[in-house]
């Protein structure tokens, strides 16, 4: 009788059921984080069960939407949308102080443009080293290692295949990850302490939900800068990486 209550509930109430179902795993990463006295590490272990839990829904259904296959869970399916994502992201520019956001200036510019190409690089080198050769390829691998938004971006924009472009993503994941766990660690060592810092290490990274998170472990005050030159990395990217980028590519591979 509760069950059917609840599953009645979760279908008819889709967005809401999905907002309870991350809450419940947001509860068990950071259980599981302060378990092992790792608590800035809640973020990543949130990742990693939603990542198992969508290769678990995609086993069950055969479908390519993770749990958001499943009807009960179709409510996640529309809180990870494009459209909600953007929101968040924009919301968070709201916290930035103008006078703070000048601070960065030509630096967190330059920031941008030399965290952009660099990771785009080591993407491409990554790829060629795995025996991709097709320009296309070596391109959505690459532009998958700025972020995975740019990543499935490049990859629809030039035709790669599924598998390509999931190689892009998981490679943007693997990123964002990394980045949540070792910002608080490296922090102290880089100065990462006020808004400008924030600005040029976002601009650096470009991962919005691995910096915002790593920064979130550091001091919360300091995500708004972090994330928003970590928003306009992503943008930058998917100007860049499918045109520019992919030209270049073509000049150096055929």
């Given at each position: 009788?509760?069950?059917?209550?609840i599953?009645?509930?979760?279908?008819?109430?889709?967005?809401?059921?999905?907002?309870?179902?991350?809450?419940l795993?947001?509860?068990?990463a950071y259980?599981?984080?302060?378990?092992?006295?790792q608590?800035r590490m809640?973020?990543?272990?949130?990742?990693?069960i939603?990542?198992?839990?969508?290769y678990?829904?995609?086993?069950y259904?055969?479908?390519k939407?993770?749990?958001?296959?499943?009807?009960?869970?179709?409510g996640?399916?529309l809180?990870?949308?494009?459209?909600?994502?953007?929101?968040?992201?924009?919301?968070?520019?709201y916290g930035?102080?103008?006078?703070?956001?000048?601070?960065a200036?030509?630096?967190?510019?330059?920031?941008?443009?030399?965290?952009?190409?660099?990771?785009?690089?080591?993407?491409v080198?990554?790829a060629?080293?795995?025996?991709?050769?097709?320009?296309?390829?070596i391109?959505?691998?690459?532009?998958g290692?700025?972020?995975?938004?740019?990543?499935?971006?490049t990859?629809?924009?030039?035709?790669?295949s599924?598998?390509?472009?999931?190689?892009?993503i998981?490679?943007g994941?693997?990123k964002s990850?990394?980045?949540?766990i070792i910002?608080?660690?490296?922090?102290p060592?880089?100065?990462?302490?006020?808004?400008t810092?924030?600005?040029v290490?976002?601009?650096l990274l470009?991962?919005?939900?691995?910096?915002a998170?790593g920064?979130?472990?550091t001091d919360?005050?300091?995500?708004?800068?972090?994330?928003l030159?970590?928003?306009f990395?992503?943008g930058?990217g998917?100007?860049?990486v499918?045109?520019?980028?992919?030209?270049l590519?073509k000049?150096?591979?055929?």
């Amino acid at each position: 009788m509760v069950i059917n209550i609840i599953s009645e509930f979760f279908k008819s109430n889709g967005l809401v059921g999905a907002i309870g179902i991350i809450a419940l795993v947001m509860y068990v990463a950071y259980y599981i984080a302060n378990s092992i006295g790792q608590k800035r590490m809640g973020s990543a272990f949130a990742i990693i069960i939603g990542l198992v839990l969508a290769y678990i829904a995609g086993k069950y259904t055969g479908g390519k939407k993770g749990l958001a296959d499943i009807k009960l869970f179709a409510g996640v399916g529309l809180l990870g949308g494009g459209m909600l994502r953007d929101y968040a992201i924009i919301s968070t520019a709201y916290g930035v102080k103008v006078e703070n956001l000048k601070k960065a200036g030509l630096v967190g510019i330059f920031s941008l443009i030399v965290g952009v190409l660099f990771s785009f690089i080591i993407g491409v080198i990554i790829a060629v080293l795995l025996g991709f050769k097709n320009a296309v390829d070596i391109t959505t691998i690459g532009a998958g290692a700025v972020t995975f938004i740019v990543g499935p971006v490049t990859g629809s924009a030039l035709g790669a295949s599924s598998e390509v472009i999931a190689l892009s993503i998981a490679a943007g994941v693997v990123k964002s990850v990394l980045t949540m766990i070792i910002t608080p660690i490296i922090a102290p060592k880089i100065g990462l302490n006020n808004p400008t810092a924030a600005m040029v290490y976002g601009g650096l990274l470009g991962t919005t939900s691995g910096v915002a998170g790593g920064l979130a472990a550091t001091d919360p005050k300091l995500v708004p800068y972090g994330a928003l030159t970590a928003t306009f990395y992503t943008g930058l990217g998917t100007l860049i990486v499918p045109s520019i980028g992919f030209l270049l590519v073509k000049i150096i591979f055929g």
